[in-house]
């Protein structure tokens, strides 16, 4: 690829803005020079779709400014929910054979023409007579789309990672990946649900249920305009009905509807589907791979300011729920950098190409 090279950025463009990191490296060291936020208008991309490109071209040029670097090579990311991501069995096979045999395998698993695809694989395991493959597809028009804000401005990605593959190789990168874990990246408009070890990822999920649901809520039961929305969930959020101090939260929440307190009942009933998708999840991991648990669980994205929702989390969930750090491990520029809870993808994109080039 580009390895040797001085600087890089990498680049995620999500529905609530768009997410930039610039790194350095020497050898296989790494170090974050600088990180980027834009917003952009709501509905500006809508179903995992950019409505409007040219707008999100011009946001793009503003990034040089904010990261107060050049851009240089760019690595970028798709969304997860336009991205099909399963682990295949086939027979062992030499390299020419597999290309084709994908094609045709990767038909029982799209819910999109092959034809219209794009697709990658990564072999995790090989024995005399199969291979284990994880196996990625994603619509072509769907990397057009989000290729097309970039090209505006010249600019043309060397590397397309997937956002899974990023929170791992971050988790790895800090050295939390010994066993299987769960990291559920609330976002603007889903949440994504990725369990893996440094080997495979053995789910990669989508829930339709994220920070703007919370938002849209609070704009419509109290009058409240975005900006104050957006306050609200991070300064009180689910705070007022937890009780002082208290993790366990049931009683509290059960007790929600005899109080009559139907902005906290909204809430906190909105918060409970969001934790029992999220449930259901590990359930399924824990059904379809005989029985095995998971310990730990990071949570990251805007949308985990929510107050409250951690200690609903801690309180639902069987595994030791974390806040994912995305600086633990990682060498920062003196200058400092603007951190937020939003960066874990595009410094998990950095992390994860000095990783691949290392090995």
Do not use: C
Request: charged share 25%; proline share 3%; hydrophobic share 45%.
């Amino acid at each position: 690829m580009f390895w040797g090279k001085k600087q890089f950025t990498t680049i995620d463009i999500g529905s609530s803005g768009i997410k930039a990191a610039t790194f350095t490296t020497k050898n296989d060291e790494i170090s974050l020079v600088g990180t980027a936020y834009v917003t952009l208008p709501f509905a500006t991309i809508k179903e995992g779709k950019i409505v409007d490109p040219s707008l999100v071209a011009n946001k793009i040029k503003e990034l040089p400014a904010k990261l107060k670097s050049g851009i240089g090579k760019i690595i970028m990311t798709i969304p997860s929910n336009n991205i099909v991501i399963r682990n295949i069995e086939l027979p062992l096979m030499e390299k020419e054979e597999l290309k084709e045999a994908i094609k045709w395998e990767s038909d029982h698993y799209l819910p999109f023409p092959v034809a219209g695809a794009v697709l990658d694989y990564l072999i995790l395991a090989r024995s005399e007579e199969k291979m284990t493959l994880l196996l990625v597809a994603v619509k072509k028009e769907t990397i057009e789309n989000y290729l097309n804000p970039l090209e505006k401005n010249s600019l043309t990605p060397l590397v397309l990672n997937v956002q899974p593959m990023a929170l791992l190789s971050l988790l790895e990168y800090q050295g939390e990946l010994t066993e299987a874990v769960a990291i559920i990246d609330i976002g603007a408009a889903s949440t994504k649900v990725v369990i893996g070890d440094q080997q495979n990822i053995y789910l990669a999920r989508s829930i339709d249920l994220a920070g703007e649901e919370f938002t849209q809520l609070l704009m419509e039961s109290h009058q409240l305009d975005f900006l104050e929305a957006e306050a609200y969930k991070k300064e009180k959020g689910l705070e007022e009905v937890r009780g002082e101090g208290g993790v366990d939260l049931a009683p509290v929440l059960a007790e929600i509807a005899v109080t009559g307190n139907e902005h906290g009942q909204a809430l906190s009933s909105l918060a409970r589907n969001l934790v029992h998708e999220i449930t259901r999840s590990l359930d399924f991991y824990a059904m379809e791979y005989r029985g095995q648990s998971i310990n730990k669980t990071f949570i990251t994205g805007g949308g985990s300011r929510l107050k409250g929702l951690f200690e609903l989390l801690t309180a639902e969930l069987d595994s030791k729920v974390i806040r994912l750090n995305p600086l633990k491990n990682l060498q920062v520029a003196k200058r400092g950098v603007n951190l937020t809870e939003e960066l874990a993808v595009v410094l998990g994109l950095g992390i994860s190409e000095v990783i691949n080039n290392a090995g």
